[in-house]
């Protein structure tokens, strides 16, 4: 893997997320004050055509005109600069051309296998609800992994009149309004003042927050029949995420041609998000279903393999699964997920055990990964299980919400809380703004084998964002766009000009690679070395974890050279 996978430091951001447009981040990225850090960018899929959760409800991977352009990616091409993009595999948007394709033609439609049919999935495996979809039999329903507490279905009308439920795994939102009473009376045939009742009832109903089934339009039975099928079919608008049907061929068609896109782009890198749900299979968890994931995760690299790509597949999993070693044996990259909290875990209790296990494995298990301290999701702590306790996991989520942060949890089937996620919060938020502790962090992942990957908040010292929370849910918290004069101010702070000192370092000074050698050594005493060498060149980190001091020296053909000094107090 690490022969083909590019080295250096990533930036990562949104396109928006320092001046507005791409084009801005493009041109940071080149200027005095960013040159050399970074050699790749991840660039969040806001990049591509979407309307929900920040990019990850793609309604087609063409560039968004209002963020974006073809010469923004040709510039960073000429800076040097790898580019790494996001492909969703287990999802699409409702505003996607294949699933509008399905509300305008239903069963006409060459799209109805694209996505999931929940009642053709489970028929014969569970029992009907008073609604109409199919509720899995207990022995299954018990087993599904969830990501919201309701059961992953949107109801879909067809233009004949009927209706299919579909599977859908993450968000749906349904907005209805209420009719015109003249198109009650054109479309439904309803008299003047039925009309005019119908409508007004309706219209009172929503604006209570009432279902509108729920209301009695004073009508008979097949009339209110008619008018609910109406409003179903012309005042309903949707949004959300749908599950693609990796059954069908076409869906594979899709992926082949998306890779393609990708690459046309000039992605060398593309992370494969939420592909652990793409598998299903009745009587599984549904989740990293084996053998099945490895199966689709094999043939996309068929496809990544002609196209020149390398991917990288994206997963939260408990250390004590395995899940990190399964991607390793199977020839993969993947995100270290574990780092962050155990940085944190290691600067709160001053001592560098678990962290310095941590890299050992690494190392001796020859792990190719990605490491981050920040990023566009939370803090992982579900990961931790097996890393650390409970009593520490527990700790540690318990400092982070007192600095600020927010919980993310997952759910069972009955709407109960199951586990703990991640919290979200900014890292430095995360580290109580303590710019020691930030820099400390920065410099232990420069050391840290693979590829560091720096979120441009961490970068500029961001902390919590508590409205952007309020207005936009939990992840806004870590997202705030920053303006290029903030940044402007930001870049004559030290927090930001020493963390570019270090990722300076470690993008350019040749000790660093692939193919250089890596030790660890913890002294216990909070003391950690941390040292690379390859082909006459030396870097050593050596941190001190209770004074939250270090020091990086470098050598190249016997000369010494002190790179950065920062004195425990």
Known sequence: MSDVLPSGVMFNAYPDSCGGVLSEIVALLGSEH?????????????????????????????????????????????????????????????????????????????????????????????SPSPEGYLIPDEQYLSRLFMRKPELPILKVPFPDGGSRYYWNTFYQAVSVTAPEATDLADHVGLG?????????????????????????????????????????????????????????????????????????????IVRLDAFAYLHKEVGRRNFFNEPGTWDYIERLRGMADRHGLVLLPEIHSAYSDGTHRKLADNGFAFYDFFFPGLVIDALESGSARRLAGW????????YVTITMLGCHDGIPVLDLKGLLDDESIDTMIGTILDRGGMVKNLYGPDGTRISYYQVNATFFSALGEDV????????????????????????????????????????????????????????????????????????????????????????????????????????VLEADLVGLGFTISSWSDGAETRVFSSASD
């Open 34 to 126: 960013l040159k050399d850090a970074f050699s790749l960018f991840y660039v969040l899929p806001s990049v591509f055509n979407s309307d929900l959760d920040r990019g990850f409800s793609i309604i087609d991977y063409g560039i968004n005109p209002n963020l974006a352009g073809a010469d923004d990616l040709r510039a960073l091409r000429e800076l040097g600069i790898e580019l790494k993009l996001d492909f969703v595999l287990n999802h699409i948007s409702v505003q996607s051309p294949q699933f509008r394709d399905i509300l305008e033609r239903g069963v006409e439609s060459p799209y109805v296998e694209f996505f999931i049919d929940w009642n053709a999935f489970w028929d014969g495996y569970g």
């Open 192 to 268: 003047r003042s039925e009309a005019e009742a119908a409508a007004s009832a309706m219209a009172t109903a929503l604006a209570d927050g009432r279902s509108v089934d729920d209301v009695d339009l004073g009508v008979g039975d097949l009339q209110r029949d008619s008018i609910l099928s109406y409003v179903e079919r012309e005042c309903t608008s949707y949004l959300g995420q749908m599950d693609l049907n990796a059954e069908s061929e076409m869906v594979w068609e899709y992926y082949d041609q998306t890779l393609a896109r990708l690459r046309s782009y000039g992605a060398r």
């Open 359 to 366: 890299i050992g494995e690494i190392l001796d298990a020859d």
């Open 436 to 539: 020691g502790k930030l820099l400390l962090a920065r410099a232990i992942q420069i050391f840290m084998p693979g590829i560091p990957q720096v979120w441009y908040l961490d970068l500029f010292g961001g902390t919590n964002d508590h409205e952007a929370a309020r207005l936009g849910g939990h992840k806004e918290i870590n997202r705030t766009n920053l303006s290029m004069d903030q940044i402007g101010d930001r870049l004559n702070t030290p927090v930001v000009h020493d963390q570019l000192t270090l990722l300076r370092f470690r993008n350019r000074f040749p000790a660093f690679g692939w193919d250089a050698t890596v030790d660890v050594t913890d002294s216990g005493d909070g003391r950690l070395s941390i040292g690379w060498e390859n082909g006459g060149h030396r870097a």
